[in-house]
């Protein structure tokens, strides 16, 4: 079973920037794709990025386009989501979810394995 758990969320300033990890405990093959997903106090989990763990194909949410940017380590069986230019809007906490399958998707219901959630908290 893939286990994933996320770390690097904490509390910063706005216009400042985080890097969160991901590691995908049991990952023994490439043929899945994974993503990030958000949820803010009060309102329904959110897309916010994807990527296929071997093309390495990426695909943003509008809200983070040109701010985040989703990316993975093979050898550390990890993935991470930079985020730039943090805005109060941002404040949520962070899931990673895993998918079998190659291709990547926007859509929760068709991610296989989450994990726990890491809090970002941007202060404006």
């Known amino acids: 079973q893939v286990q994933l758990v996320e770390s690097g969320g904490g509390l910063v300033q706005a216009g400042d920037s985080l890097r969160l990890s991901c590691v995908a405990s049991?990952?023994?093959?490439?043929?899945?794709?994974m993503g990030w997903f958000r949820q803010a106090p009060g309102k329904e989990r959110e897309f916010v990025a994807t990527?296929?763990?071997?093309?390495?194909?990426?695909y943003y949410a509008n809200t983070v386009k040109g701010r985040f940017t989703i990316s993975r380590d093979h050898t550390k069986n990890t993935m991470y989501l930079q985020m730039n230019s943090l805005k109060s809007e941002d404040t949520a906490v962070y899931y990673c979810?895993?998918?079998?399958?190659?291709?990547?998707?926007?859509?929760?219901?068709?991610?296989?394995?989450w994990g726990q959630g890491t809090l970002v908290t941007v202060s404006s």
């Open positions: 990527i296929e763990w071997s093309g390495g194909d990426t």
């Open positions: 979810a895993l998918r079998y399958g190659s291709r990547w998707s926007s859509e929760m219901n068709e991610y296989d394995r």
């Open positions: 049991g990952l023994t093959f490439r043929t899945v794709a």
